[in-house]
Every structure is written in C-alpha cells, then in structure tokens.
C-alpha cells in the first residue's frame, strides 16, 4: 500500500495548505456528485460545499497533521481511504483542538477528487 | 441519506457490543478482502484481522460512541462510509481514551460487511 500512503500525504498536504491560504481554491477538489459532512451538517455538491468552507469564522487557520492512514477502497478503481487526525488551530488560539476527517479520493484523468469528506471536532 | 445513518448506526452498535463481548464473533463482519489499519498496522483478510483484535491486551474494553456520521460511497453500489469517534475505555480505566474509526461497508446478500476499517486512538 505504498503508493496509496505517499499519494494520500500529497493530497492532505496540499489539502491543507489550500486551506489555510486559499479556501475557494478548494473547489478544483470537489465535484458536483461530491459529499462532505461538516460537525454533523451533510452537504453536497461543489458548490454548496467550498460556499460552506469558505464561510466558516477562521481568519486563520492551520491544520497539524498527527496521524494520516489510506486504503484502497475499491476493487475496480484505485479509489482510496485516509484518515487523517490532528489538530486544528484557529486565529493562533492556544488551544488547538483535536480532528479527525475522513476522504475518499476518486481517479479521474490522471488525478484524485474528493468523494466524501467527513470531519468532526473532537470536544475531548 | 436518513437509510444510511440508521444502517451505520446498526452496524456500529452491533460492531461494538461483538467487540466487547465476543471479539472472535466480529469474523461475520470481515471478508478476506477487507482490510484494517490499527494504529498504523495494516492487515488484510478475515484470520489476520480477528487474530489481531483478539490479541488486543483488553481484559474488558468498551466503545462510547461520541459522533457517528455515514455517506454513500459509491455511485453505483449502496456502499458506505462510517467515521466514528468517541472513547475507548478499557479495563474500567478512569481515563478513557479518545479514538477514531473508519469503516467502509460494502453490501452482500442483504447485509454488509466491512472492507475498509481505519483505527486510531488520539492522545490528545
């Protein structure tokens, strides 16, 4: 499963530096048959979905990766599985908090999209 | 998606209950095909899965599941994802501790069984 772990850190490195830098150029990630389920709230689409990120209250935001895991998840596509926890760190708070998100990347033309994308806050 | 949280939640409340009681009972729930990450392990098939669950140095352990979200996974099966977080606390330990889990659940005759199952406790 070495490719499916090296390919899985690219995509969460550049997943999170996209975040932090620029959060509408999130939506090159998404498709319209996208999923993403944010603290519980289920949305879909690309559309709907970078319009959510991009109105969450975060001036500033950065997310520490601590553990990162993939899969293959399908038999017929080299689809994959990550999940990914750490912490996340709001306007240079000092109280970082605990997440854990979980993708499913699709092939399409020689790249990965995001299938399904869950995340949750981790109130400890 | 109301069909697939009420299966998730079925699955991951007979899932933990087997796990706590009967650990060598979660064999109905894996095929040779699926595999697990437990804490960055990964192990594939029915035998190695059970041997490695069976093994875990709990005399007693019990899942509180926290937050249960679920998403279709694929467009052309009813297949989903399952995140789960919540706290492990084994051995009626007074400090349990955080974990994160991943199913993918694939169906068969009627039912599912796991193909993906991603676990990770958080330290916090």
Redesign the interface.
């Known amino acids: 499963?070495a490719d499916v772990n090296a390919i899985a850190k690219q995509f969460v490195d550049y997943y999170y530096s996209t975040f932090a830098g620029n959060r509408p150029g999130l939506a090159t990630l998404y498709r319209d048959?996208s999923?993403m389920?944010w603290e519980?709230q289920?949305i879909q689409g690309v559309g709907p979905i970078i319009e959510k990120l991009s109105s969450l209250p975060f001036e500033k935001v950065a997310h520490r990766v601590?553990?990162l895991?993939a899969?293959?998840?399908?038999?017929s596509q080299p689809s994959m599985?990550v999940?990914v926890?750490g912490l996340l760190i709001v306007d240079d708070s000092q109280n970082p908090l605990?997440f854990?998100q979980?993708f499913?990347l699709y092939p399409e033309a020689g790249t990965y999209f995001v299938?399904?994308d869950?995340f949750?806050l981790?109130y400890?």
Chains 1, 2 share one sequence.
């Open positions: 499963m048959s999923m389920t519980g289920q601590t553990t895991d899969q293959p998840s399908s038999p599985i999940l926890t605990n854990s979980t499913q299938q399904n869950v949750r981790n400890g």
